[in-house]
Structures are given as structure tokens and as C-alpha cells.
């Protein structure tokens, strides 16, 4: 069900910004069911080092993805051809 939901609101071309807050929401639920019951991975003394390198993983992963936003977010905007009026006024 968390793989079913998000794929039929993506193909039915739901685009508000309560769909892609369920697609997001649903995607970090699977991400911790993922984790938890496939992987085992947890707080626990015997898997501490494990638990250690995941949440290091998660950081340079998240690192990753916001510093790509940001970089895809900026060429856009400076990227961008200008008006003529935006041409006048410089």
C-alpha cells in the first residue's frame, strides 16, 4: 500500500500540494519500514556501529539532495534569458 498509493496519484496527474505531501509522507513511512523489518537496523547496543554508519549514510544522503535543490534551484534562476525590460534596466 505505500508503493500502490503514491504510484496511482503520480499517474493520475494529481499535482496539488496535498498529493505530493502524501507521496512524501508515504515515501519516509516506507523508508522506515525498509529499515526497521528488512535491514533490522535499530538503536540497539549489539547493532550501535550499524546504527552509526545508517545515520551517517542519512546525513550525506540528505546533504546530498538539498545541496542539488539548491544548486538546480540558483542556475535556474540566474540562468534564466531576461526581459527586455529587465535588459533596460541595467
Do not use: C
Not at 19 to 31: K, R, S
Amino acid at each position: 500500500m505505500l508503493t500502490v498509493i503514491p504510484f496511482w496519484l503520480a499517474m493520475s496527474g494529481a499535482t496539488s500540494s496535498a498529493a505530493v505531501a502524501a507521496i512524501f509522507i508515504l515515501a519516509m513511512v516506507q523508508i522506515v519500514v525498509h529499515v526497521r523489518y528488512f535491514l533490522h537496523i535499530d538503536a540497539s547496543t549489539e547493532g550501535g556501529w550499524t546504527f552509526l554508519a545508517f545515520i551517517f549514510t542519512a546525513i550525506i544522503v540528505v546533504i546530498t539532495i538539498i545541496g542539488s535543490i539548491w544548486v538546480m534551484y540558483h542556475l535556474n534562476l540566474n540562468m534564466m534569458p531576461m526581459s527586455l525590460e529587465q535588459m533596460k534596466q541595467m
